[in-house]
């Protein structure tokens, strides 16, 4: 069945520092790939997604490319900043907007110290 | 527009004893997903419902959780009798039917079963 790998935290970053957060996916088909963001005593929130192969989800300067020859959908931020501190969930769903059930990643953690 | 509301936010209870959780999804929305995060894990879809009819259970512990949907708008979780290992946030979360769109989380419900 589906599902989705992702990079095992917790991640300590210093302000300012490059973010990556690695996921990879497996799928019969060709899944929608998401990825969800938790702030502590919040509920999920979408952050980015992509839809197709060689697309690129981007939002609030972080981004993510659909890579179907590596079955990946790495996160990346440039210059991450303390407010990013929050656990990354990436996701796949076969709809693209997620319209049946999303299989979600075990989440990473980022705390970024100032 | 009014996000997916859950209560209560927290919940103590003790195992053999009987929990309810209640969702009201956004207004309009004709999908609503329950799901289950354990700690340091991914949520996992339990339920889904499409207006009041089940559409996917498979992954319900039928013999302890029960859900309804009776009207088609909120719906309630119950897990009767609760073992500690259901100690986890529950996660209400709707759509629109059919192109799933508009897929929003609420902030779940933190039980903990001692």
């Known amino acids: 069945g589906d599902s989705v790998t992702q990079m095992e935290g917790p991640v300590t970053l210093s302000e300012e520092a490059f973010l990556t957060i690695n996921c990879t996916y497996t799928?019969?088909?060709?899944?929608?790939l998401f990825w969800y963001v938790q702030y502590p005593g919040e509920g999920l929130q979408l952050l980015l997604k992509?839809?197709?192969?060689?697309d690129k989800g981007s939002n609030k300067g972080f981004e993510a490319t659909y890579r179907k020859e590596t079955t990946s959908f790495h996160l990346e931020k440039g210059s991450v900043q303390v407010s990013d501190s929050a656990v990354y969930f990436c996701?796949?769903?076969?709809?693209?907007?997620?319209?049946?059930?999303?299989?979600f990643g075990t989440g990473t953690s980022l705390t970024v110290i100032p | 527009e009014a996000g997916v509301a859950q209560s209560p936010r927290y919940k103590i209870i003790e195992k053999r004893q009987s929990v309810a959780f209640w969702c009201n999804p956004i207004s309009g929305h004709a999908t609503l997903y329950w799901y289950q995060q354990i700690l340091g894990q991914g949520p996992k879809l339990l339920i889904q419902?499409?207006?009041?009819?089940?559409?996917?259970d498979s992954q319900l512990p039928k013999d302890r959780f029960s859900a309804e949907r009776l009207k088609g708008v909120d719906s309630t979780l119950k897990i009767q009798p609760a073992k500690l290992e259901d100690s986890a946030v529950y996660l209400c979360a709707s759509s629109l039917a059919g192109s799933g769109s508009g897929y929003t989380f609420g902030s779940g419900t933190r039980l903990t079963v001692v």
């Open positions: 996701a796949s769903s076969d709809s693209p907007s997620g319209g049946n059930q999303f299989y």
């Open positions: 992509a839809t197709k192969a060689d």
């Open positions: 799928a019969t088909g060709y899944p929608s």
């Open positions: 419902f499409q207006n009041n009819g089940v559409v996917d």
